[in-house]
């Protein structure tokens, strides 16, 4: 199971939606919650920084890269993915909003 999957199933459970819910199309005010504070908690797992070799090239960096990956992830495009960690960070403003989300960032390993 991938760093993005444990954390799809604990988004899942903490918010009370079905996991499978989170990559689908619903737009019900919970499930939407759910995703972006997934979305938002996969954005902060390690990334790579550059892209690998190729063609005798240098690596190219992207600063857009880990957004890039987390919409192929999502099946969504970046703005709906810029959208939802925005509205996360908007949020976190609450107390009990805050301390949901960081439960939920404690179960990320740091390296």
């Given at each position: 199971?991938?760093p993005?999957e444990?954390?799809?199933?604990h988004?899942?459970?903490e918010?009370?939606?079905?996991c499978?819910a ?7 005010r919970?499930i ?22 190729k063609d ?5 960096r992207?600063?857009?890269?880990p957004?890039?990956?987390l919409a192929?992830l999502a ?6 993915i ?12 609450d107390?009990d909003?805050?301390a ?5 960032e404690?179960?990320?390993?740091t390296?």
């Amino acid at each position: 199971m991938t760093p993005a999957e444990t954390l799809q199933r604990h988004v899942a459970l903490e918010f009370k939606v079905p996991c499978s819910a989170l990559t689908s199309e619903c737009r019900q005010r919970d499930i939407v919650l759910a995703r972006h504070v997934w979305w938002y908690l996969v954005a902060m797992l390690p990334q790579p920084t550059a892209y690998p070799k190729k063609d005798g090239m240098r690596p190219r960096r992207d600063s857009d890269g880990p957004l890039s990956a987390l919409a192929r992830l999502a099946d969504r495009d970046r703005r709906s993915i810029r959208y939802g960690l925005g509205h996360v960070e908007d949020l976190r403003d609450d107390a009990d909003f805050d301390a949901r989300v960081s439960r939920l960032e404690a179960l990320i390993e740091t390296p």
